[in-house]
């Protein structure tokens, strides 16, 4: 693992800090940067936490656990954190201009074979690439899941400029991760996990919609035909409607009427039912 040995992962939220926390586990030397000491802090005992999970449950020795927090280090420059690194992870906020702004820093300080890997989960590749000129060739789409700790998959996307080596060095990262991956072949919002989530949660709504059934019965269906560890409405409070929404919104404007937001939805947005955030959504959440 030598060639991807230290990694800096930039953004110390929800997933960012799950990102980093693996990468320790499995053996690879790790910057953790976040423009909020705050945001580190609490990424750090949150890592802490999980952790201890870890070793409760025997999937990890007490030994190991000050190995990986030693292979840790949080700083809140990113100039400090990519000076040496072999592959950046971005996990910046969803926003265009802020993740085309962190590229653009890490380039100016990182070596110039690192890779750039950023975890959008449906913005154009080639679009946060297009702020780095010559260097968009680095860039490629390395979507994690939530927890990434846990979860199996990472989706890489290849953006217009993304080379095969590039590609070929996430693959690598990735399986040093101990995670399975799938290329998503051309840059298309929503690649391809966020489309099938999308069109699953959308059809919940309209069933929804047309009274077929209650939000329980329709999150039941799912979970034990399908197996999936959670329903689709389940899953859209805890992520957030109006998160939800965003999403949906800009596939409808890529991909047209199959992903139009279903009116339902926007009017629980418009009231405030955002989901376990707010304490009501598909489901009341006031009590916990
Ligand atoms: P989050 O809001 O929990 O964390 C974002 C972090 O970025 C915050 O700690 C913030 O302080 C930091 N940040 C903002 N600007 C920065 C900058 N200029 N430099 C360094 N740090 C900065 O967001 P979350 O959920 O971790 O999402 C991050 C990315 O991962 C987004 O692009 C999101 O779409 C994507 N994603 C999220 C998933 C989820 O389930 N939450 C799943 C897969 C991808």
Redesign the pocket.
């Known amino acids: 693992m030598t060639d991807l040995q230290r990694v800096a992962v930039?953004?110390?939220?929800?997933?960012?800090n799950g990102i980093a926390q693996l990468s320790a586990m499995k053996g690879h030397d790790v910057r953790l940067?976040?423009?909020?000491q705050e945001?580190l802090d609490s990424a750090l005992a949150s890592i802490g936490t999980s952790l201890d999970r870890f070793v409760k449950s025997g999937k990890l020795d007490a030994g190991d656990r000050a190995d990986v927090l030693d292979r840790l280090r949080t700083t809140t420059s990113?100039a400090d954190a990519v000076s040496d690194v072999d592959l950046v992870v971005e996990?910046?906020?969803?926003r265009l201009d802020?993740k085309q702004?962190?590229l653009a820093e890490v380039v100016a300080h990182a070596p110039v074979a690192a890779v750039l890997g950023t975890?959008?989960?449906q913005l154009s590749i080639t679009a946060i690439a297009s702020a780095l000129g010559d260097e968009a060739h680095r860039v490629v789409g390395m979507?994690?899941?939530?927890p990434a700790v846990l979860m199996r998959l990472v989706e890489l996307v290849v953006g217009l400029e993304t080379s095969p080596e590039t590609l070929a060095r996430a693959e690598a990262y990735a399986a040093s991760l101990g995670k399975e991956t799938v290329v998503c072949r051309k840059d298309s919002p929503g690649f391809l996990t966020s489309r099938f989530s999308a069109i699953l949660r959308m059809e919940a709504l309209h069933m929804l919609e047309e009274g077929l059934a209650t939000p329980e019965d329709i999150d039941k269906a799912v979970k034990l035909a399908f197996n999936h560890p959670m329903g689709p409405l389940e899953l859209g409070d805890f992520?957030g409607l109006d998160t939800y929404l965003d999403a949906l919104t800009g596939l409808h404007a890529a991909h047209g009427e199959r992903f139009r937001p279903p009116v339902e939805l926007k009017n629980m947005v418009a009231a405030g039912r955002l989901g376990r955030k707010s304490g009501r959504g598909f489901y009341d959440h006031s009590g916990s």
Do not use: Q
């Open positions: 930039i953004g110390g939220g929800v997933m960012g940067v976040d423009v909020s945001r990113v996990a910046v906020l969803e802020v702004a962190v975890n959008t989960s979507h994690f899941f939530n992520n």
